[in-house]
C-alpha cells in the first residue's frame, strides 16, 4: 500500500475540465484535493490518499515534504515552486517538475545540485501561466503523463530519469531535446552546503 499526498487550496472551475482528467462540470466549485482523492480511492482503494486543501506555502512546504520518497510539482505559480523546492532539497526528496503554457511543456528531475532555483533563479516579472495565457488540453496531458514517468523511474529504480536535464516538447512541431541544467554556484537554496 502507497501514500500519495495532494496539497491545494484551489476550487475545481470550468476552464480546469479541458486540462485535467479527475473532474467533471458537477465538480465545479469544489475543493480539487478532495475531488482528486475521491477519484483515486474509487481507481485503487489500496492507495492512501492524504488530502491537503490548503497552499503550500514557504512555511508549511518543509512539515508537507519531510518523509516524502518523492514530489511532483505541477503548479503554475513560481512562488509555489521555489518553495517547494527549497523544502525538498533540505529534506533530501526528489522533485519532479512538470510545467506548460500555450504549446509547450518542460519536465525535469532535480535531485540535490542542480535544484529547480539554479534553473529559474528568480520569477520572471511576466511569467507566463496557465491561468494567463492558456493552454491546450493535450499538452496537459502529453506533460502530466511524462511527469508521471518520471516518478515511475525514480520510484522503480527503471532506466535513466531526467536528473539534472530538462526535457523540452514542443506541441507545435511534435519535437523534444533534453537540455543538461548546470548547478549555479550562487543558487540561494543548494549552494548553501
Not at 493552454?135 to 531526467?162: F, H, N, Q, R, S
Request: aromatic fraction near 4%; charge should be negative.
Amino acid at each position: 500500500m502507497g501514500t500519495i499526498g495532494l496539497v491545494d487550496a484551489d476550487t475545481v472551475g470550468l476552464s480546469n475540465l479541458q486540462r485535467q482528467i479527475a473532474f467533471s462540470t458537477d465538480d465545479i466549485g469544489s475543493n480539487k484535493v478532495a475531488v482528486a482523492s475521491e477519484r483515486l480511492t474509487a481507481l485503487n482503494p489500496h492507495v492512501r490518499v492524504d488530502a491537503h486543501p490548503f497552499a503550500l506555502t514557504a512555511d508549511n512546504a518543509a512539515g508537507l515534504i519531510a518523509g516524502q520518497d518523492l514530489v511532483l510539482d505541477g503548479t503554475d505559480d513560481f512562488g509555489t515552486r521555489f518553495s517547494v523546492n527549497a523544502a525538498c532539497v533540505a529534506a533530501g526528496v526528489p522533485l519532479v517538475s512538470g510545467a506548460l503554457g500555450r504549446w509547450s511543456g518542460q519536465v525535469g528531475v532535480f535531485s540535490g545540485r542542480p535544484c529547480y532555483r539554479c534553473l529559474v533563479a528568480e520569477a520572471p516579472p511576466e511569467a507566463e501561466t496557465c491561468a494567463r495565457v492558456g493552454v491546450v488540453g493535450a499538452l496537459a496531458g502529453i506533460v502530466g503523463a511524462m511527469t508521471a514517468l518520471e516518478a515511475i523511474k525514480l520510484i522503480t529504480g527503471a532506466g535513466e530519469p531526467l536528473t539534472g536535464r530538462l526535457m523540452l516538447y514542443d506541441g507545435l512541431s511534435a519535437t523534444a531535446r533534453t537540455v543538461r541544467v548546470t548547478a549555479d554556484p550562487d543558487c540561494p537554496v543548494c549552494s548553501r552546503d
